[in-house]
């Protein structure tokens, strides 16, 4: 399985510089903290897995651009472990909104093999409860639904 997203791709989208000012927060380097960013590029995985798994089989057999885009997203926010600004956060926000159309079908992923539908769909269950109407429950009915004399839907009031 491709991975969502990489080092390079994420140093191509925000500069090395500041994956190194986010993933270097307890240490004074002029490096990539590997460990803190495979961490939440591992969690962005897995977030992506959650949603795009109600959907489709996993592994997915190619990374579509917009998984990358959305996993991208969700890494950038992830390594801000204080608060995020406003941007990276509103970013995640819809990164994650994106994630969920895709799990209910709103968006479909282009350059997968079949979009798979979720389970029952199509079919229609009907459960009855074990109750069946008879002929003595209709004559009931038709008879104001309180027996042979009863005072039931024509004398209520």
Do not use: C
Request: aromatic content about 6%; overall charge negative; proline content about 4%.
């Amino acid at each position: 399985m491709a991975a969502y997203i990489t080092q390079q791709q994420l140093i191509e989208r925000y500069t090395e510089e500041r994956l190194v000012d986010l993933t270097n927060q307890r240490q004074d380097g002029d490096q990539i903290d590997q460990e803190a960013l495979d961490r939440a590029i591992a969690d962005a995985e897995a977030a992506v897995n959650g949603y795009v798994g109600v959907r489709h089989a996993l592994p997915l057999p190619v990374v579509p651009e917009l998984l990358t885009q959305i996993a991208a997203a969700i890494v950038f926010y992830q390594l801000h472990v204080e608060t995020a600004p406003d941007k990276v956060a509103a970013d995640y926000k819809a990164a994650i909104a994106k994630l969920t159309d895709i799990a209910t079908g709103k968006i479909t992923l282009p350059g997968l093999p079949g979009q798979s539908a979720p389970a029952g769909a199509g079919k229609v269950l009907v459960s009855t409860g074990g109750r069946q109407v008879t002929d003595s429950m209709l004559a009931d009915y038709e008879d104001g639904g309180l027996g042979r004399g009863g005072t039931g839907r024509g004398d209520r009031w």
